[in-house]
């Protein structure tokens, strides 16, 4: 191990910003305990904004920079204002919200009166200083930020220290009634911390920006965001020194890590498994720390999407439902025989999509355990299916589907000790993990025992998974891969009604809503827990062996975490803990865009805004919509009936009463 | 079902400094009513936290029926009919009342879920039984109405009745109630003494009751505990505890409205002590 003063310093320049964004993530934990999964992009808009003043518009630096700093603090301010409806709800659930913001906040970057005409223009910097250390040139861009970043904390630290804000703000964080009870006003304190973190996000975007070729970040990063929520769990969400030079130190370990690395192939392989790793192990270290204080999560309710009571009730709902679901589905059989076959593709895109989003509604929906790295285990059954070719069909998907629930298992062990937020980070570490060093290293030596041990794709750079033949079926074109697509949905749906209507659900979702009352009625609690990770894996890897058939070439990418995050936005665009809603959800998500012309952006808005408007205002999702509507088809239905009174279809009132649903 | 005895050997439940439960030694006989009354922050419900496993004793031993649970899950010893109610009473808040008892059948009667998931025969067998059950239950309670209610939709009274009905469903051998009044109105308060009798009768279990309503605990129990700072003060038959000045001294003293309620005027400071078991 080789240790260069360079490295150390651009570890250092690295390292001040994951501290000052981790900085902002738990300034925003402690007073208004929200894990702000947008704390990135909050400042990129406002860092490609003074772009815009500086490049496009000739503004000097300096005013430009005082309205820059200026509007990221007003907009800030205005996220707080729109999630504050939620911040009763469950943590995870606002957590979720706050990803929409994000991709909400990216489309801001690209609106005309904010985006420059050129992101590669050199981005401004108030002096050009460089600086020679232990050999190697800072460039202007770095030296702001050692200079810089150190007095913002100081700053921030000043600031809670000394003044009456502050003060309100600490105490707010102890403990939100007391505090409004002792004349804090709880309201304003949250919105100035919301404005502080925005201020805080906007001057690490800036001083990020230089260094970059393109000012216009990825929205959500998700490994920068990842080292910061690092840094922040080391501090225990609480404190704001811990949590500074802890982003600190990682950035210092990485860049030594990285640079004795320099030439091997599995360099970004081997930091992210190390990060995948610190984050594990902080959690369980940490964990009694983290879980201390008011148990938010257990209170609330989830609100999930339900099913339409009067479906139930009524003959008429009922059979609307019925039709509604013979319809969709003899169009869907229809489809291939009409559309092209890139249209044939999409409809086995989004039943995929769809079994993936059941995946997540069995174990967020119903078992309350957020998963952002559902693609991590989707990867999983697609490594299944890339390396054993040749393998008959009907033996693979199950195959597929059991290796990826043990590995599901394993994901889940954590959740046994670690809930809610916490779990949340560990599962996106997990997706990161199998994206960049699983499937981006096809084989690699043991330790101690020695040998090759070979997991990931074995091309790397793209893999050729030929699709097979189903009991002489010839799944080759798109039209016979989207029937059998549609069938492995069907049957999906099928499984996870059963498992809603008899019994499974019911044991998830009461060790989600009461853990101790569960375990005193009896109810296992671990082997409850894990089972709802087993089965959500199960499924998972069912459609991961034919997510990679259907992709025929196969890349990491393919598995990245936006793609898990546009699964769980499925799930609450469609209603949390709805079977309906998590196949509307992929239906939404996956085959809009495309009928649209699938760019990003399009991606963003619909997943960005749909998160952000259905959870504020309509938390049943699009599942509720579609009860509501089959409310009103039905009782359209009966007022056309009442006019022209039928004596069959007469039913007396007391058979509109549900039966109790017992046989003898 | 037969109930189930209880005996505590010098329990003791630390938090850190706080001697929650500090060496408390009882023994309840079989289908005994044991009223257990103290102070708020006297370590009642603590203790009921350490007889059902949701807390762990710093040392002591609880045995059912002889049989050591200090190391069972709350799971495991639910299964051994050691059933109890939260003074939340939470329930499942996104359940309905007949799924909440649902999870109750479930406990005790786990089905597959490979069974579940392919139909087999006994796993619809086993489901039709376990909702035959709870729709016999939920009649018997009168909860007919609120069948498919969800439990955050009722309120406190009725949630209430869930948890007895849920408890009576459970089969239990040894029943500990944490505050079954708390939250309630006097008037359904009443109606409570006569469904606790006769949840007695039915189940056949050993009851512990902690309760403020101290008319109620006395009318109800044969044997009525008092608590203080973690220990027993008192314990004995209710007559004899009505006079102790220990428990006049800890609890009673502080209501002597309830003590004329109770009928004990004439219990004076100088009457005859009955103090027994006082933990140490």
């Known amino acids: ?664 | 079902m037969s109930a189930a005895t209880l005996e505590l050997q010098d329990v003791a439940v630390w938090f850190g400094g706080v001697h929650a439960v500090d060496g408390v030694t009882q023994a309840v006989g079989a289908g005994e009513v044991v009223g257990l009354i103290g102070p708020n922050g006297s370590g009642k419900t603590t203790l009921l936290d350490a007889i059902s496993g949701q807390v762990r004793c710093t040392r002591g031993a609880v045995l059912l029926d002889s049989l050591d649970l200090v190391d069972h899950f709350p799971e495991d010893r639910a299964r051994l009919g050691l059933v109890r109610s939260f003074q939340d009473c939470r329930l499942f808040p996104e359940l309905t009342v007949t799924e909440t008892l649902l999870v109750s059948e479930d406990a005790r009667r786990p089905a597959g879920v490979l069974a579940t998931t392919l139909h087999l025969p006994w796993a619809r067998k086993a489901e039709h039984e376990k909702r035959a059950a709870v729709a016999e239950v939920i009649d018997a309670f009168g909860l007919g109405n609120f069948r498919e209610h969800r439990v955050d939709e009722l309120s406190t009274g009725t949630r209430r009745v869930v948890d007895l009905a849920a408890v009576v469903l459970a089969e239990p051998r040894l029943l500990l109630l944490d505050e079954p009044t708390a939250g309630i109105a006097q008037r359904e308060a009443e109606a409570f003494a006569p469904l606790l009798l006769r949840i007695h009768d039915v189940t056949g279990a050993t009851i512990v009751l902690v309760e403020h309503d101290v008319p109620l605990v006395f009318s109800l129990c044969t044997k009525v505990v008092v608590m203080e700072t973690g220990r027993v003060v008192s314990a004995g038959a209710p007559e004899e505890v009505r006079r102790d000045p220990a428990a006049v001294r800890a609890y009673l003293g502080a209501s002597p409205e309830a003590l004329a309620r109770s009928g004990s005027l004439d219990a004076g400071p100088g009457s005859e002590a009955a103090r027994s078991d006082e933990g140490g």
């Open chain 1, 1 to 664: 191990m080789e240790i260069t003063l360079f490295s150390i310093v651009q570890g250092l320049v690295a390292g001040l910003l994951y501290g000052l964004l981790a900085l902002g993530l738990v300034l925003l934990y402690r007073t208004t305990r929200v894990l702000n999964f947008a704390q990135g992009q909050l400042g990129v808009v406002a860092a490609v904004f003074l772009l815009k003043l500086t490049f496009d518009l000739d503004i000097p630096y300096w005013p430009a920079l005082v309205t820059v700093l200026v509007l990221a603090a007003c907009l800030g301010a205005l996220c707080e204002l729109l999630l504050r409806r939620l911040f009763d709800r469950p943590r995870v659930i606002v957590m979720v919200a706050t990803i929409g913001l994000s991709q909400v906040l990216f489309l801001f970057t690209v609106l005309p009166f904010v985006a420059p005409t050129s992101f590669f223009a050199p981005y401004p910097l108030p002096f050009s200083t460089t600086m020679h250390v232990g050999g190697g040139i800072l460039q202007p861009g770095d030296v702001t930020t050692l200079v810089v970043a150190p007095l913002v904390a100081l700053a921030l630290a000043l600031f809670l220290r000394y003044s009456p804000w502050g003060l309100g703000m600490r105490a707010m964080a102890e403990n939100s009634d007391s505090a409004r009870l002792s004349g804090v006003w709880v309201k304003r304190m949250s919105m100035l911390a919301w404005a502080i973190a925005g201020l805080l996000s906007a001057i690490t975007a800036i001083l990020g920006a230089p260094g970059k070729a393109s000012a216009l970040e990825e929205a959500l990063p998700p490994g920068l965001l990842l080292r910061a929520l690092a840094a922040a769990l080391i501090a225990g969400m609480t404190s704001f020194t811990i949590a500074f030079v802890a982003g600190i130190a990682i950035g210092i370990v990485e860049q030594v890590v990285s640079y004795n690395l320099v030439g091997d192939p599995n360099k970004t392989s081997i930091t992210t498994f190390l990060l995948f790793a610190l984050i594990l192990v902080v959690l369980v270290v940490r964990v009694r720390r983290l879980q201390r204080g008011p148990r938010g999560d257990e209170r609330s309710s989830w609100g999930l999407g339900g099913e339409s009571v009067k479906a139930a009730i009524d003959r008429t709902r009922a059979w609307v439902g019925r039709t509604g679901v013979a319809v969709t589905l003899m169009i869907a059989v229809l489809l291939p025989t009409i559309v092209t076959p890139g249209r044939s593709f999409l409809l086995a895109r989004v039943c995929i999509f769809a079994v993936i989003a059941l995946s997540l509604t069995v174990l967020t929906g119903w078992a309350g355990q957020v998963s952002l790295g559902q693609f991590g285990l989707v990867a999983v059954g697609a490594i299944v299916a890339a390396r054993l070719p040749d393998t008959n069909l009907v033996l693979l998907l199950p195959l597929g589907g059991a290796v990826t629930a043990l590995i599901a298992i394993i994901v889940g062990l954590p959740a046994l000790r670690i809930r809610g937020l916490y779990l949340a980070v560990t599962t996106l570490g997990f997706a990161l993990f199998m994206q960049v060093s699983v499937l981006s290293t096809p084989c690699w030596t043991a330790p101690v025992v020695g040998g090759q041990v070979c997991t990931g794709l074995p091309d790397p750079a793209s893999t050729l998974v030929a699709r097979p033949s189903f009991f002489g079926w010839d799944l080759g074109s798109d039209a016979d891969f989207a029937w059998f697509s549609l069938g492995v949905l069907l049957i999906a749906v099928l499984v996870v009604r059963t498992w809603r209507d008899r019994g499974v659900a019911r044991r998830l979702i009461a060790v989600r809503d009461n853990e101790t009352g569960a375990a005193a009625m009896g109810i296992p609690v671990v082997r409850t827990k894990l089972l709802a990770f087993a089965l959500s894996g199960f499924m998972a890897g069912v459609a991961g062996v034919c997510l990679a058939f259907a992709l025929e070439r196969i890349k990491p990418g393919d598995f990245s975490v936006t793609q898990s995050i546009l699964v769980l936005s499925m799930v609450v665009i469609g209603g949390l803990g709805s079977v309906e809603g998590a196949v509307l959800g992929a239906l939404y998500l996956v085959g809009l865009p495309a009928a649209v012309g699938s760019t990003s952006t399009v991606q963003f808005i619909t997943s960005g805004f749909g998160v952000l408007v259905f959870l504020l205002y309509l938390p049943g999702g699009l599942a509720e919509l579609l009860h509501r509507a089959g409310d009103g088809v039905a009782a359209l239905i009966e007022k056309g009936r009442h006019r022209d009174p039928h004596p069959d279809d007469e039913v007396p009132p007391s058979q509109l009463v549900r039966p109790v649903a017992v046989e003898p």
